[in-house]
């Protein structure tokens, strides 16, 4: 009897030892359209490999994924239809859509208290709809404005503008320079790429404006709207900016080659600009950057893209715990130093994070750090956030055309405020 007693507990014994060793070996899909990108694969595919390398039993299938450009629909076709990579990267402006479509897993259960506690309130909430966490906050993308030291020497500029209307005056000061130079360029192309008609919106808070007014309805007509589109329109008319259609990608052609004397991007695109110049020696010397201002520095007036890791529901319950792990090395200090050591100026909203990577940084790094301290997060919430977007740049090239400003944002605000009501 007490063999057969001991027989039988020996098999309990091996039984759960299996059963633990196949709740630990599991597989995670995971995707990014950054893991389709040549430059950024490396930082991106190395973030999953230190954790697979720290988790041993766990692996990360990154093989899926699209570029940029067809990335989101991909992935709303997939999520629909039950068959995507458990976790995916998206941008904060995009999450409405899967909201939508109900395939989002609630990471409530999962998350541990101690990371939720290191974030900011704001990032929690952002990411939190009807109690339930739906997104894991990954990290944000700032922008500071870029600027041409040997452009502003040649106009006589000592120094930098320290209010939106000093950055107006000096681009034009600069734009007299010839024919071929810009004073100030506003990322807006039609249709090439999304999210750029946004690219306004620093421009609508420095004049004191915003996208929603406090009743939450559309915000494109008010006083201080029409001055910021009126101003828009004449750096425009004026050849200080150039003419709409450019992408971000042609501004940083542009001002790589010493066209333009301000614009801002990303800290991980310097490079891109770098590369388009005749010189890249010379242009690092001729390159600074600071917080875009706003009414008065140092209230800058620049946004934050907020970047999430969202699962679906075809994630099964049981390895959920795994996935958590993931999601929490993802967001920690470890991955956001590779970001960091990689130049692409990936912050967190986690306070641990950001005393740990960020306490000393060089120079460049330390402005967005700076400008991440008053960087406004988009207002992403409505479920057509996107196609407001596309209005705004739709607005924009008929301003370029010389239509009459109140008009064009009159059709532009009805048209969005049509879309909004209908959610």
């Given at each position: 009897?007490?063999?057969?007693?001991?027989?039988?507990?020996?098999?309990i014994?091996?039984?759960s030892?299996?059963?633990?060793?196949?709740?630990?070996?599991?597989?995670?899909?995971?995707?990014?359209?950054?893991?389709?990108?040549?430059?950024?694969?490396?930082?991106?595919?190395?973030s999953?490999?230190?954790f697979?390398?720290?988790?041993?039993?766990?692996?990360?299938?990154?093989?899926?994924s699209?570029p940029?450009?067809?990335?989101?629909d991909q992935?709303?076709?997939?999520a629909?239809?039950?068959?995507a990579?458990y976790?995916a990267?998206?941008?904060?402006?995009?999450l409405?859509?899967?909201?939508?479509?109900g395939?989002?897993?609630?990471?409530?259960?999962?998350?541990?208290?101690?990371?939720?506690?290191?974030?900011?309130?704001?990032a929690?909430?952002?990411?939190?709809?009807?109690g339930?966490?739906?997104a894991?906050?990954w990290f944000g993308?700032t922008?500071a404005?870029?600027y041409?030291k040997?452009l502003?020497a040649?106009?006589g500029?000592?120094?930098?503008?320290?209010?939106?209307?000093?950055l107006?005056?000096d681009?034009?000061k600069?734009?007299?320079?010839?024919d071929?130079i810009?004073?100030?360029a506003?990322p807006?192309?039609?249709?090439v790429?999304?999210?750029?008609?946004?690219?306004?919106?620093?421009a609508?808070?420095?004049n004191?404006?915003d996208f929603?007014?406090?009743e939450?309805?559309?915000?494109?007509?008010?006083?201080?709207?029409?001055k910021?589109?009126t101003?828009?329109?004449?750096?425009?008319?004026?050849?200080?900016?150039?003419?709409?259609?450019n992408s971000f990608?042609?501004l940083?052609?542009?001002?790589?080659?010493g066209?333009?004397?301000?614009y801002?991007?990303?800290?991980?695109?310097?490079?891109?600009?770098a590369?388009?110049a005749?010189?890249?020696?010379?242009?690092?010397?001729?390159?600074?950057c600071?917080?875009?201002?706003?009414?008065?520095t140092?209230?800058?007036?620049?946004?934050?893209i907020n970047?999430?890791?969202?699962?679906?529901?075809?994630c099964?319950?049981?390895?959920?715990?795994?996935?958590?792990t993931?999601?929490e090395y993802?967001s920690?200090?470890?991955?956001i130093q590779?970001?960091?050591?990689?130049n692409?100026g990936?912050?967190?909203?986690?306070?641990?994070?950001m005393e740990?990577?960020?306490?000393?940084?060089?120079e460049?790094?330390?402005?967005?750090?700076?400008?991440?301290?008053?960087?406004?997060p988009?207002?992403?919430s409505?479920?057509?956030?996107?196609?407001?977007?596309?209005?705004i740049?739709?607005?924009?090239?008929?301003?370029a055309?010389?239509e009459?400003?109140?008009a064009v944002?009159?059709?532009c605000?009805?048209?969005?405020?049509e879309?909004y009501?209908?959610e």
């Open positions: 009897m007490k063999k057969f007693l001991a027989l039988v507990l020996t098999m014994l091996l039984v030892v299996s059963s633990f060793a196949l709740a630990e070996d599991v597989t995670i899909g995971w995707t990014s359209w950054a893991l389709a990108e040549e430059k950024l694969l490396p930082v991106y595919a190395g999953a490999d230190a697979m390398a720290d988790n041993p039993g766990i692996t990360v299938d990154y093989s899926q699209n940029y450009a067809s990335y989101l992935l709303l076709t997939a629909s239809a039950g068959n990579p976790v990267h998206i941008k904060a402006e995009w409405p859509q899967f909201l939508e479509l395939v989002l897993k609630d990471l409530t259960p999962y998350i541990s208290a101690d990371v939720i506690a290191d974030y900011s309130p704001s929690i909430e952002g990411a939190t709809v009807d339930k966490m739906v894991m906050p993308n922008y404005m870029y041409n040997a502003l040649q106009a500029i000592e120094t930098l503008p320290q209010s939106w209307d000093e107006i005056e681009a034009y600069i734009a007299a320079l010839g071929d810009y004073g100030l506003i807006n192309s039609n249709g790429e999304a999210g750029e008609g946004y690219n306004v919106f620093p609508l808070w420095a004191g404006g929603l007014d406090a939450g309805k559309i915000n494109l007509t008010d006083e201080a709207a029409i910021t589109f101003q828009i329109q004449k750096l425009v008319v004026d050849k200080v900016s150039p003419t709409v259609g990608k042609d940083r052609n542009l001002f790589g080659q066209k333009i004397a301000f801002w991007d990303l800290e991980g695109t310097v490079s891109a600009a590369a388009a005749p010189d890249e020696a010379k242009f690092y010397e001729d390159f600074g600071f917080v875009i201002p706003g009414a008065d140092p209230n800058g007036s620049g946004y934050v970047h999430y890791l969202v699962v679906f529901n075809n099964p319950d049981e390895i959920m715990p795994q996935v958590a993931f999601l993802m920690d200090a470890r991955v590779i970001f960091k050591d990689g692409q990936k912050m967190s909203s986690r306070e641990s994070v740990k990577v960020f306490t000393e940084v060089g460049i790094t330390r402005v967005y750090v700076d400008a991440m301290k008053t960087a406004r988009l207002p992403v409505g479920l057509h956030f996107m196609d407001a977007d596309k209005e740049v739709n607005a924009l090239t008929r301003l055309q010389g009459d400003v109140a944002m009159a059709d605000q009805s048209i969005i405020q879309m009501d209908e």
